[in-house]
């Protein structure tokens, strides 16, 4: 439910069967655990980034990135079109709803990288 409830509207049953969100958590949650967290439970701020990564995997599909707002152009034979484009003049804030799901995978692995750093380095004083 945090995945469907994480979009505006939330992802339909008819869209995202349930088997194919709880499979995708699964192997997501696999890769977390492996990669960033030494063989740990996902919990607190990871289970936020395996969420985040489900959403920007499901949400790049074709179909569903026209329903939920996250196709940025179309190309259809020889005509091409822009749905959403750069807003900010010379800033890295854009409009794309690419740019949206991108930033989501960015945040994961950022997130990943933080709850990662915590568990492999301690600093402890010694001699005290």
């Known amino acids: 439910m945090l995945v469907r409830n994480s979009t505006t509207p939330p992802l339909d049953y008819d869209d995202v069967s349930t088997a194919e969100i709880e499979a995708k958590i699964r192997l997501t949650e696999t ?6 967290l030494e063989g740990g439970a996902v919990t ?14 499901i949400l790049s599909r074709s179909d569903l990135a026209r329903k939920y707002g996250t196709l940025s ?5 020889d005509y091409a079109y822009e749905i959403a484009g750069p807003i900010s003049r010379g800033m890295d804030i854009q409009s794309s709803p690419t740019a949206v799901i991108m930033t989501w995978h960015r945040m994961a ?13 301690q600093v402890r004083l010694t001699n005290d």
């Open 44 to 57: 607190g701020d990871a289970i936020d980034a395996v969420v985040l990564l489900v959403l920007s995997n």
């Open 109 to 121: 692995l950022e997130l990943l990288k933080d709850i990662s750093s915590d568990k492999k380095y």
């Open 73 to 77: 152009s179309e190309t259809l034979g």
């Open 31 to 36: 890769y977390v655990r492996r990669r960033w």
